[in-house]
């Protein structure tokens, strides 16, 4: 026990490497931008455009 | 019984599940690609109006069919090879799920046969894009699911492996660069597929009959996030190879993990939004959608592929100049391996892509630039510099890196093998250069005849036009030479190659069984560790040949991109 | 051959990153701006933006304006193709169709002067690809979109159909006349 304690603290991984290092955070972005920026987007786009008189 | 081999020419283990996995996706791509390659002739044959080899119904068919061969079967077979070898291989783990990547593959096999047959009978001949309410076969759709859904479970399969290697400490830290872009590759692939499952299942249901009407609009905005996003796939894929080949054959290390993977992750969030390049000019979207979507939010993922198009070769420079090439500013790539087809292949592949593909790319994704563009012939001139030689070139570089290591069989004929990228890349690029210019001049894409026979209106294009198809089209039959080549060289390979195994025999070549029992006698490969440190010292320019390549890419994207503004302020104004 | 080894450092986010790349992706960053706000500029300075006025319709209403446009300013019939030549008021809504395989009908405009052009497609997908102009929009039936043209050239243009609209796509054109006044 007494070991553990005194070796050094292992460094705080940074927060972009953590998310870089999470490939199922990443597979929700990768997956969210798009969904969210070009397709549900674009659809309340075409779904908004009037009726001919 | 042990589960991997270890290859004593490269020092790869191999799970025995993943590489046969590997070898029938990989066989399964170049099989796409040799239908792809023939009707390609076809294609291109028939543009080159003093041949006009095939009549309009025959033209049409043979168009759709090599587009989805090319665009979609090719590709993604031999993704789904890479995206193995990147976990499995690479990571030095068990494959996760061997069943159901081999229910995968059954899928994908019998989904690119469905809708071959469906183009080849004669009444689905509705271009890769089968935008509605032109209608194919219930099979030409059926097939693209089953070959989508079977695709979606291989990057299942990926992910799962990652898991696997993970709790299996297969490798220390994190992942290596080359795997982390080939998961990027697999998340774009995930929401592909799954873009194209939500409007291909509506349109299969409305070619049998269950569903009345499906909005021509609303069909374009999904379809092409399914489209574009597919050929995003290779774009991660071929740069993840580009710094995987550069690692091999000199050793390079990247530059900077830090900067690689952030660029990497530039892609997860932007590159996907490209899909709508394919809607500028269409009606009723609103321009504030189109100049973020079209500009990956400010052109973000550009800016990615641009730091790409630094470090990669910035890697291979700095290597060379650390073994002493360190003349001048270029001393470092005239001495590389120019009769190493993986070198040719990758280096060719990395200038056309992005000196012609990425630039163009950008230029006729610009809102209003697209207006010039939109559906001329320059838009297959884009896409053949991205796809058939940025990425089709890549993977050709790392099938013959594979033939030994992954079927252990020698070369066949070498000297058509060292011969081939060149071919295909001269070819290529004259054809590419040529129907862009064809395209400015507004010859369409996807039309039979420049002619306009039996038209009740007559229109004649400028000479210019016809001289420059046809110079293109000179370029092509140059192009489908070396694709030829290519083929000769893997197919030979694998059928008459030296085998580099005794127990590489003619069916464990191809079909997919691994290699004798013998040969597998490494129970669990050792961890993979860490790279070797290195001092990090970073007053100076590491690579400034690099450093000018890269201006010169500046450059020639800034006068192109200014060049085309001209040409717009020049039309109608229309607003 | 670390691309394809983990990297040497364990926290390898905090390596520092060369002067070489920091510049280069600075430059790189800069002209993705530029060429970012261009779009907008071109809003505000430039006389190409496509309007994105548009409308829902379908077959039966929009060929029935383009019926009801033609017999109001029908001035001729074309001699090579049957098709009514339509000479609209400078200024007006003036209106075309695509349809397997026509675009119909022929209209004369005057140089200089703005038209609503009105567009929609009968039944495929069409496009309406301007020559020797070069200006190309997709053409989807279902939806009529509605620019703002003003033909700064005087001459014979054709529209040609620029997306694959069946067997008989390449025998698709139609013609836009310009006269000088």
Known sequence: MSEDTNLPKPERIPFFQRMLDNPFLLLFIGVAMPTVFYTLWGVMEVATIPIAK | ?575 | MSSFQPPADRIWWQVPVGKQEIIWAGIALVWCLIMFFMMPYWHVYGKQNLSTEAYQTNAEKYGAAVEAFVEEYQTGVDEQSGMPIVTPPAGSDIYMLGRLWQWYPILNLEKGKSYRLHLSSLDWQHGFSLQPVNINLQVVPGYEMVINVAPDQAGEFTVICNEFCGIGHHTMLGKIHVKEN
């Open chain 2, 1 to 575: 019984m042990a589960q991997f081999r270890v290859c004593p020419d490269s020092g790869f283990y191999f799970d025995r599940s993943a590489e046969s996995l590997m070898k029938v996706n990989a066989v399964a791509g170049v099989v796409s690609l040799l239908i792809a390659g023939i009707l390609a002739l076809g294609v291109i044959l028939t543009r080159w109006q003093d041949v006009h080899l095939l009549p309009a119904d025959l033209f049409y068919q043979v168009l759709t069919a090599h587009g989805i061969n090319a665009l979609i079967f090719w590709v993604i077979f031999f993704e789904i090879a890479v995206l193995y070898f990147a976990s499995s291989t690479l990571l030095r783990s068990r494959l996760a799920a061997p069943g159901w990547a081999w229910a995968g593959f059954a899928l994908m096999v019998i989904g690119a046969v469905m809708n071959n047959v469906a183009v080849m009978q004669g009444n689905s001949s509705v271009m890769m894009t089968s935008y509605v309410p032109m209608q194919a076969a219930p099979h030409f759709y059926l097939g693209l699911i089953l070959f989508a859904v079977g695709a979606l479970i291989g990057c299942f399969v990926f992910l799962g492996t990652l898991v696997l290697a993970k709790d299996d400490k297969t490798y220390d830290g994190s992942l290596p660069l080359v795997v982390f872009g080939a998961l990027t590759a697999t998340i774009i692939a995930i929401f592909t597929i799954a873009s194209g499952a939500i409007i291909l299942v509506p349109t299969f249901l409305w070619s049998v009959g269950y569903i009345n009407h499906i909005d021509a609009e609303m069909y374009r905005i999904i379809w092409w996030a399914l489209g574009h996003s597919s050929q995003q796939i290779n774009v991660a894929a071929h740069v993840s190879i580009w710094y995987l080949i550069t690692g091999i054959l000199f050793g390079a290390r990247p530059m900077s993990e830090k900067v690689s993977r952030f660029a990497f992750l530039l892609y997860i969030f932007f590159l996907q939004l490209a899909s709508a390049h394919h809607i500028l000019v269409d009606p009723g979207v609103s321009s504030e959608w189109k100049i973020f979507n079209t500009s990956y939010a400010m052109y973000l993922a550009v800016l990615a592929s641009m730091i790409h198009g630094l470090t990669v070769p910035g890697a291979m420079e700095v290597a060379q100049r650390s073994k002493g090439y360190t003349k001048g500013l270029f001393e470092w790539l005239r001495k590389a391996p120019w009769g190493n087809p993986v070198f040719s292949g990758f280096f060719f592949a990395l200038v056309i892509f992005g000196f012609i593909g990425g630039i163009t790319g950008v230029v006729m994704g610009t809102e209003q630039i697209n207006l010039i563009i939109h559906n001329t012939i320059y838009v297959p001139a884009h896409f053949h510099a991205t796809v058939a030689v940025g990425t089709t070139l890549t993977f050709m570089a790392l099938t013959y890196l594979l033939i030994p290591v992954l079927f252990r069989r020698a070369l066949f004929m070498p000297w058509m093998a060292k011969l081939q990228p060149y071919v295909f890349s001269l070819g290529m690029t004259i054809m590419i250069l040529f129907l862009l210019g064809a395209g400015t001049l507004g010859v369409s894409r996807r039309h039979w005849d420049m002619d306009f026979t039996g038209a009740m209106l007559s229109f004649d294009y400028p000479g210019t036009a016809y001289m420059m198809v046809a110079v293109g089209g000179i370029g092509g039959v140059l192009g489908v030479v070396g694709g030829a080549m290519f083929l000769i060289v893997t197919v030979g390979s694998l059928l008459f190659g030296k085998k580099l195994e005794p127990s590489a025999g003619l069916f464990q070549g191809f079909c997919g069984l691994p290699l004798a029992d013998s040969v597998y006698n490494v129970e669990q490969p050792p961890r993979l560790e860490r790279a070797e440190p290195v001092e990090h010292h970073h007053d100076g320019f590491e690579a400034p040949g690099t450093f000018v390549l890269a201006l010169a890419l500046l450059v020639c994207f800034v006068v192109y991109y200014a060049i085309n503004w001209d040409y717009l302020s020049s039309v109608w104004p229309i607003g």
